[in-house]
């Protein structure tokens, strides 16, 4: 799981469009395969290798016109820019102008540098803005629907099961193991552990402050949906799939708590006195030796 993580480092729009396409690089440029078997394989039946049949060669990558690949690079171009909130206001004109005399090799000077970043924080600026208001008004609907309960912290939740009654609640040191699914208000999924075809594990105190609340109330067997406001789930510093200053929906089953291992009192109290080794006063120096008069 990645999406829940308590804390996620910004990136830039020129560093995430690279990310983006590094994986097309990568691909074209794979490494050769390694031929040595491996130490520990086990032994294979010569007959048997020898009749076993040749297999099938790799099916060659269909091939691409320059048109069509110019175009994905394009695309995945427009989609950066329109993750980073710049859909509007740029000019398309000088926009195309400026790719033109870069792939022609004109030499980025400072003031082009300042130019986009300024851009890229005002686009980024308004996207906040109007995340965090369309985030408060459905907040501010949501909490009268049927079954919704709002904190003090501002997380809401609706209990869709309520799990074992008679089991505990998660402490923050606790490990738990979630199915989880996540969207946007316009239902857009970002994430889920169905997309990694496992169940979720990881430390209560580990994620973001919406899912702490959450799960420091659920029961073993509970399904809760949660809505997260910004404040409580990434704002800002959100991952790339993720719009910064999203309300997050979440659908969560907690499936097990595990506690943290008990330390036993000898071993805390051995781990409590342990100290580095304190330094020493400094040691004396050795006398001087008497001066001897010359015979």
């Known amino acids: 799981m990645t999406l829940c993580i308590a804390q996620w480092s910004p990136r830039s729009l020129m560093v995430a469009t690279l990310v983006a396409l590094a994986p097309l690089a990568m691909a074209q440029n794979k490494p050769p395969a390694d031929s040595a078997p491996a130490a520990n394989a086990p032994p294979t039946n010569a007959s048997a290798s020898a009749n076993a049949a040749a297999p099938a060669a790799a099916t060659a990558p269909a ?10 690079v394009g695309l995945v171009f427009g989609n950066q820019l329109h993750s980073a909130g710049l859909g509007q206001g740029l000019s398309m004109d000088a926009l195309v102008r400026g790719l033109k005399d870069g792939l022609a090799g004109k030499v980025l000077g400072p003031e082009d540098k300042d130019h986009a970043m300024q851009l890229v924080r005002t686009g980024r600026d308004a996207l906040v803005a109007r995340n965090h208001a369309a985030g408060k008004e459905y907040l501010e609907k949501n909490s009268s629907a049927p079954g ?14 309520l799990g074992d009654a008679k089991a505990a609640t998660p402490v923050p040191t606790d490990r738990v ?6 969207r946007l208000i316009d239902g857009t999924e970002f994430d889920s552990s169905d997309a990694h075809a496992q169940a979720a594990s990881f430390n209560v105190s580990s994620v973001i402050k919406g899912w702490r609340e959450a799960l420091l109330m659920m029961k ?10 910004p404040e409580l789930g990434y704002d800002l510093n959100s991952p790339p799939t ?13 499936l097990k708590i595990e506690s943290a291992p008990v330390m036993s009192p000898e071993a805390a109290k051995s781990r409590k006195g342990a100290r580095p080794p304190a330094a020493g006063p400094p040691a004396a120096k050795p006398a001087a030796k008497p001066a001897t008069s010359a015979n």
């Open 63 to 72: 091939t691409v016109s320059n048109e069509d690949s110019s175009y994905s």
């Open 148 to 161: 919704v309960t709002s904190t003090a912290s501002g997380l809401q939740y609706q209990v869709i099961e």
């Open 177 to 182: 193991t979630v199915h989880y699914r996540g």
């Open 220 to 229: 073993p067997g509970a399904k809760w949906r949660l809505f997260i406001p």
């Open 242 to 254: 993720i719009p910064p200053g999203s309300l997050l929906i979440f659908d969560v089953e907690l």
